[in-house]
């Protein structure tokens, strides 16, 4: 069983930056494609970014392109996501998931394993 737990949310202004980390636990992690989503009040959970199990290939919502970047350290059991000029419509709680099916997923049906979130917040 695969155990995802981030970390790194907080309170910042707008334009400010965050860096969220997941550690992850339990089976093979480098095995795993893996995500971050964001669900803010009252709106559906959404796909923010997505990186495959070598961390070659990557993808970014639309909203997030060209501020944030995934990574990830497969010998550390890590991923993280650095997020610039981070703006107020970016304010949820973020989670990391973890895939079993190959290349960069952005469906949240598609993963299998959740952290419990963290909450990031932006305020103008």
């Known amino acids: 069983q695969l155990q995802l737990v981030e970390s790194g949310g907080g309170l910042v202004q707008a334009g400010e930056s965050l860096r969220l980390s997941c550690a992850a636990s339990?089976?093979?992690?480098?095995?795993?494609?893996m995500g971050w989503f964001r669900q803010a009040p009252g709106k559906k959970r959404e796909f923010v970014a997505a990186?495959?199990?070598?961390?070659?290939?990557?993808n970014y919502a639309d909203a997030v392109k060209g501020r944030f970047t995934v990574s990830r350290d497969r010998p550390k059991n890590t991923m993280d996501l650095q997020m610039n000029s981070l703006k107020p419509e970016d304010t949820a709680v973020y989670y990391c998931?973890?895939?079993?099916?190959?290349?960069?997923?952005?469906?949240?049906?598609?993963?299998?394993?959740w952290g419990q979130g963290t909450q990031v917040t932006v305020s103008s």
């Open positions: 339990g089976y093979t992690f480098g095995s795993y494609g």
């Open positions: 998931a973890a895939s079993t099916i190959l290349g960069v997923r952005d469906k949240d049906h598609e993963y299998a394993y």
């Open positions: 990186i495959n199990w070598s961390g070659a290939m990557t």
